[in-house]
Nanobody, 122 residues
């Protein structure tokens, strides 16, 4: 089970830190990805991190503004988002993949959380 938290309403230029807590399985056996889905749009990859946290990847628009990290002792992954823009508004999901590499396709992820809403608006 994956449970996201940390979403909310933030002004443009603000920051949020999303958290994803895993339970029921060995968290460190899975890579973690963050995805988002805006109304009327397809779900898209935001950032991913490998099992041990040694490798990360980001969508181009998130590079320089977002940081993905994880704490396997706490069974938690994080997505720190800075300089938020209205176009970042979406439901953000975390997902777990048993693949060894950081994967950007949603089809490569085995488990998903329910999502947390992020709204960037003045």
């Amino acid at each position: 089970q994956l449970v996201e938290s940390g979403g909310g309403l933030v002004q443009p230029g603000g920051s949020l830190r999303l958290s994803c807590v895993g339970s029921g399985r060995t968290f460190s056996d899975y890579g973690v990805g963050w995805f988002r889905q805006a109304p009327g749009k397809e779900r898209e990859f935001v950032a991913g991190i490998s099992r041990a946290g040694t490798k990360v990847d980001y969508r181009e628009s998130a590079k320089g503004r977002s940081t993905i990290s994880r704490d396997n002792v706490k069974n938690t992954a994080y997505l720190q988002m800075n300089s938020l823009k209205p176009e970042d508004t979406a439901v953000y999901y975390c997902a777990a993949s048993s693949r060894a590499a950081v994967v950007i396709s949603s089809y490569e992820y085995d488990y998903w959380g329910q999502g947390t809403q992020v709204t960037v608006s003045s």
